[in-house]
């Protein structure tokens, strides 16, 4: 099936093969139907997913497939990247790489360059059964837009790079979740695709990859190696970008 959605102002188009649909994505939308149905309460699911592995894409495609299927539920689709620190917040505040100190703005996209405590607030919130705003982040300003949407729903479906890190802070996170999900690919397959992503901005193949060498990269790693194993499902991007069941992460 090709969808096609706007995510964050920007057009998006990707593939997803029939037999994900029917032996992965459907029965776990069916799952967090009848796990809903069972608490009887909004549950909150969070998946955790490093740059480039198409987590945003996944989560909106969940949320039309649960529109357009007879006997689930709909889901509300949330992202973290509306929790980014200001673009003047990152000019004017440092954080620490390799024993040097940099501008934020250098590593935007690091954990230090998110607003964890708000994040957790609203995290909080939401599992709390609240209506509560929760902002987006819109790519073609590169800032964040306060209270964008508001939160409602039963299934809460949160996506973000972070959201399930086994560092201090971070890690309180998975404990608001009902329901956990980690995507994982090889480093050299996000590579790849994140050059390419950055070369739709304009820029050059070598730019391109000075960049996501300097950057991305480090992030791509933080996700790999410090996201908790422990998840109710682990997916697997493989090299043709379709997604399968994984064991064990790897």
């Known amino acids: 099936m090709i969808y096609q959605e706007e995510i964050n102002g920007i057009p998006v188009k990707a593939y997803f093969s029939e037999e994900s649909i029917e032996d992965i994505f459907l029965p776990l939308l069916r ?12 549950i909150i699911v969070l998946l955790a997913a490093p740059p480039g592995a198409g987590k945003s894409t996944l989560v909106h495609f969940l ?6 299927t007879e ?3 709909s889901i509300t689709s949330l992202g973290m990247d509306g929790f980014h620190h200001y673009q003047s917040y990152l000019d004017t505040h440092t954080m620490e790489r390799s024993g040097k100190v940099y501008l934020m703005k250098e590593f935007k996209g ?3 360059t998110f607003d964890l405590p708000l994040l957790k607030e ?3 919130m939401v599992a709390d059964g609240q209506d509560c705003g929760w902002p987006e982040y819109y790519r073609i300003a ?5 209270d964008a949407i508001t939160v409602t ?7 973000g790079n972070y959201l399930l890190l086994d560092w201090a802070g971070w890690s309180d996170l998975a404990g608001y979740a009902d329901y956990t999900i980690r995507l994982v ?3 050299s397959i996000l590579k790849d695709r994140l050059i390419e992503r950055k070369m739709n901005s304009g820029i050059t193949f070598e730019e391109a990859k000075t960049f996501v060498e300097r950057s991305d990269l480090y992030n791509v790693q933080t996700c790999l190696n410090h996201t908790i194993d422990n998840t109710d499902l682990t997916l697997k991007l493989m090299e043709d970008d379709s997604l399968v069941v994984s064991d064990n992460g790897r």
């Open 71 to 73: 006997g689930i539920q």
């Open 31 to 42: 799952h967090l139907t009848e796990l809903q149905r069972q608490k009887g309460r909004r």
């Open 185 to 187: 690919a090889d480093e």
């Open 110 to 112: 690091a954990p230090e």
């Open 63 to 68: 949320k039309y497939l649960a529109e357009n």
């Open 142 to 146: 590169h800032d964040p837009i306060d």
């Open 153 to 159: 729903g039963d299934i809460v479906l949160i996506e």
């Open 122 to 124: 609203r995290i909080r």
